[in-house]
């Protein structure tokens, strides 16, 4: 069993709709957990980090469920230039330098 | 800007060959990362650094080795090239473990490896 489990899609959606993607961990210990970002044959970027209360930037929403071990990321209002990949990403331990992440989620926003 | 290069975009290699790849970055960051990356498999960690002369292994080491001779310098060296190891190797750099420094890495642009 991955221990980052993501939807890979693609999701497929207009301009202007809200999707959604959530991702499951399977180590209860996970402490940190964020979603990347990856352009097309580009390296992965951080878009934001996912704190326990939710957090908003923009028109991105994170949030955290860490009793059914699931984060979730919803875009409103999309644009043509959030068509990426999607990683969620977990750091297990504060003890662990390493970051695990999913295999990614693809959204490809349509005109 | 944080930078992080790698030394190829592409690179064909043939079975048997040894393979160097090298990553180089610029903002003086303690801990350094080599990932591959696979349709449907997602970055997985091959090893990473914590400091100079320091490795620990990831998830996936075997037929890998490392070396941190300098800071800014993080090589991954494929011994004996095999065709399972053509893929997309990504290095990353992140600063130490004060401040949250651990939960943003920097990526480089990444090197398609093709072992014929």
């Known amino acids: 069993r991955k221990e980052v489990e993501q939807d890979p899609g693609p999701f497929n959606v207009p301009e202007g709709a809200t999707v959604a993607f959530n991702c499951t961990y399977s180590n209860s210990a996970s402490q940190s957990f964020f979603w990347y970002r990856q352009d097309c044959r580009k390296e992965p970027k951080l878009l934001m980090s996912?704190?326990?209360s939710g957090n908003e930037d923009g028109r991105f929403t994170a949030q955290l469920n860490r009793a059914s071990q699931y984060i979730s990321l919803l875009i409103r209002d999309s644009k043509l230039s959030d068509s990426a990949t999607y990683l969620c990403v977990v750091r297990e331990d504060t003890g662990r330098r390493a970051l695990t992440f999913g295999s990614g989620t693809r959204l490809q926003v349509q005109p | 800007d944080v930078k992080v290069t790698q030394s190829s975009r592409y690179l064909v290699k043939r079975t048997g060959e040894k393979v160097f790849l090298e990553c180089v970055q610029d903002?003086?960051?303690?801990?350094m990362f080599w990932y591959r990356q696979d349709p449907g498999l997602g970055l997985r960690l091959i090893y990473f650094?914590?400091?100079?002369?320091?490795?620990e292994k990831g998830d996936i080491p075997e037929g890998y080795s490392v070396s941190r001779e300098k800071k800014e310098r993080f090589s991954l060296i494929l011994e004996s090239a095999s065709t399972n190891q053509t893929s997309m190797y990504l290095c990353?750099?992140?600063?130490?473990?004060?401040?949250?420094?651990?939960?943003?890495?920097?990526f480089g642009p990444g090197t398609r490896l093709t072992v014929l």
């Open positions: 903002m003086d960051h303690e801990n």
């Open positions: 990353a750099s992140s600063p130490s473990s004060l401040a949250g420094g651990l939960n943003e890495q920097f």
């Open positions: 650094s914590y400091d100079v002369k320091m490795k």
């Open positions: 996912v704190y326990s």
